[in-house]
């Protein structure tokens, strides 16, 4: 199974395609779109344009994002929902199944505890993924670790 996990965000969102064959979870290509400071449904425009052009270059099964929780900022994650919005369109335009995790159960997934730190998270992402550093920035670590959550929880529950 082809997985896409989105760290989303405004700004920058953290993206991964990883395949899972039987119990092994292969990292096929990841990365990062940054927006440019312009107006928000530009920027929407473009995270809109590049998922949709991943989505047709590696062809996932499932596309995955975090599940935004209300922080204090709540500007903050007006712009987050904004971009998530039009993530989850580019799934439903692709006809792909769509999942979404919230960060404890990433957490609990990748770590084996919900409230690890990100720097148990990188650490365990490299070291499930045996990749030879820590995927950089924060926002393409963050997606491995969405990406391996679905990986492992569609393994026991069944999904495909």
């Given at each position: 199974m082809?997985?896409?996990g989105i760290d989303?965000?405004?700004?920058?969102?953290?993206?991964?395609?990883l395949d899972r064959q039987?119990?092994?979870?292969?990292?096929?290509?990841?990365?990062l779109i940054l927006t440019p400071r312009i107006a928000t449904p530009l920027r929407l425009h473009q995270i809109y344009s590049e998922v949709t052009a991943i989505v047709a270059k590696h062809s996932p099964a499932v596309?995955?994002?975090?599940?935004l929780l209300f922080t204090v900022n709540k500007t903050t994650a007006m712009d987050v929902a904004k971009a998530i919005g039009v993530v989850q369109l580019a799934a439903v335009m692709a006809e792909l199944e769509f999942m979404?995790?919230?960060?404890?159960?990433i957490k609990q997934s990748v770590v084996g505890v919900g409230n690890a730190d990100?720097?148990?998270?990188q650490f365990m992402v490299t070291k499930l993924l045996s990749l030879k550093e820590t995927p950089k920035p924060d926002d393409v670590a963050d997606a491995l670790?969405?990406?391996?959550t679905h990986a492992l929880r569609s393994r026991v529950s069944g999904l495909r």
């Open positions: 082809r997985i896409l989303p965000g405004l700004e920058r969102v953290g993206w991964a395609v039987g119990s092994r979870m292969l990292p096929v290509e990841y990365g596309l995955v994002t975090e599940r979404e995790y919230s960060p404890p159960e990100k720097k148990q998270v670790a969405i990406a391996i």
